[in-house]
C-alpha cells in the first residue's frame, strides 16, 4: 500500500507556492500599504485588486485576516495575481465596523484607492495590463459597486478594469443613486443576509437594466453575511455602525454551498 501512495504522489504535480509581498504605492503624500498574492513564474497574469471589509485587512495582532490570506492563495494557486489595499491600517485606521463617522468612504476614497492600485498595476511587467478585475467585500464591496460606475471611468489611456465581483454589498443607496456599470459585474450575497439585504442589491440590479453593462446577482438560500469564511458559526454581533433596522444588530456566519461556489464563481467571472 505504501508503495502505491508513494507512486501516486509522483503523479501529483507540485505546485509552487505564492510568493506573497508587502507593496506601497501612490504618489506623494498618497501613499497606501497593499498586501500581493502573486503566482510563481514571469507572467503575465491577469490580476485582482481585492477591496477589504468594514473590518480591515487586518486584525488587531496586525496580521492579515485568514478570509483574505484564503482567497489570495486559492486564486493565485489558480494563475491570478491578487493585490489588497489596505484602506484603513494606511491611514492609521484599525476596523471601522463600529464607526459611524466614517474619514475614509466607499464611494470616496475607497474609489480612490482601487484606482491607485489599477495604476499600480498597469506599470508592472507581470501583470496582464487588459485582465484586471475587481472583487470586494462587504464594504470593500460597496467601493467595488462605486468604482464600476460609467462616471468614474478612469481617464487615461491604459485599460479600463475587465469585470468585477461585489461579495455581499450594501446596495440601498446606490440604487437610489440610480446606479449602473460600465463592466460585467457579479454580485453575490446571501438570501438570509440582514446586515447587507439582497433585497436591495435585486432592486438595484432590476433599475439598472437597459442603461447599464452586463449585471448579475446570485442569491444563495439560508446563507448569512459574510457566507465565504470557512468554519464560521453563524452569530451576531452588536455595536454596528450601519445595519438596516438601525439595532446595530446582524448575524454573519459561514454557509460551506455558497463558499463552494463562490471560490468556482469568482475566478470563472474574472478570468473570462
Known amino acids: ?63 492579515t485576516r485568514p478570509q483574505y490570506v484564503d482567497w489570495g492563495e486559492k486564486l493565485a494557486a489558480q494563475g491570478i495575481a491578487v493585490l489588497f489595499p489596505d484602506s484603513y491600517g494606511s491611514r492609521g485606521l484599525g476596523s471601522q465596523c463600529r464607526v459611524r463617522s466614517r474619514s475614509v468612504q466607499p464611494f470616496r476614497e475607497r474609489v480612490a484607492d482601487a484606482q491607485a492600485a489599477r495604476d499600480w498595476l498597469q506599470a508592472q511587467d507581470w501583470v496582464q495590463k487588459d485582465r484586471i478585475s475587481l472583487l470586494g467585500w462587504s464594504n470593500g464591496a460597496i467601493a467595488t459597486l462605486w468604482t464600476v460606475r460609467p462616471r468614474a471611468a478612469p481617464k487615461d489611456s491604459h485599460p479600463d478594469f475587465r469585470s468585477a465581483v461585489a461579495l455581499y454589498p450594501g446596495c440601498r443607496r446606490l440604487g437610489e443613486s440610480g446606479w449602473s456599470t460600465r463592466i460585467p459585474t457579479l454580485i453575490l450575497i446571501g438570501a438570509a443576509d440582514n446586515w ?9 440590479v432590476a433599475g439598472a437594466r437597459g442603461r447599464s453593462a452586463r449585471a448579475t446577482i446570485v442569491k444563495y438560500r439560508d446563507a448569512h453575511h459574510a457566507f465565504d469564511r470557512e468554519n464560521l458559526p453563524v452569530v451576531e454581533l452588536r455595536g454596528l455602525a450601519f445595519t438596516p433596522d438601525g439595532s446595530g444588530r446582524a448575524t454573519i456566519g459561514g454557509n460551506a454551498e455558497a463558499r463552494a461556489d463562490a471560490l468556482q464563481r469568482v475566478p470563472q467571472w474574472l478570468t473570462r
Open 196 to 204: 447587507t439585504p439582497a433585497r436591495d442589491c435585486e432592486q438595484m
Open 1 to 63: 500500500m505504501r508503495v502505491f501512495i508513494a507512486l501516486i504522489s509522483l503523479l501529483i504535480p507540485i505546485v509552487p507556492a505564492a510568493a506573497t509581498e508587502k507593496i506601497e504605492f501612490g504618489v506623494g503624500e498618497y501613499r497606501l500599504n497593499a498586501e500581493l498574492y502573486r503566482p510563481a513564474g514571469a507572467g503575465p497574469f491577469p490580476t485582482i485588486v481585492a477591496m477589504h471589509g468594514c473590518g480591515g485587512l487586518l486584525d488587531a495582532a496586525g496580521k
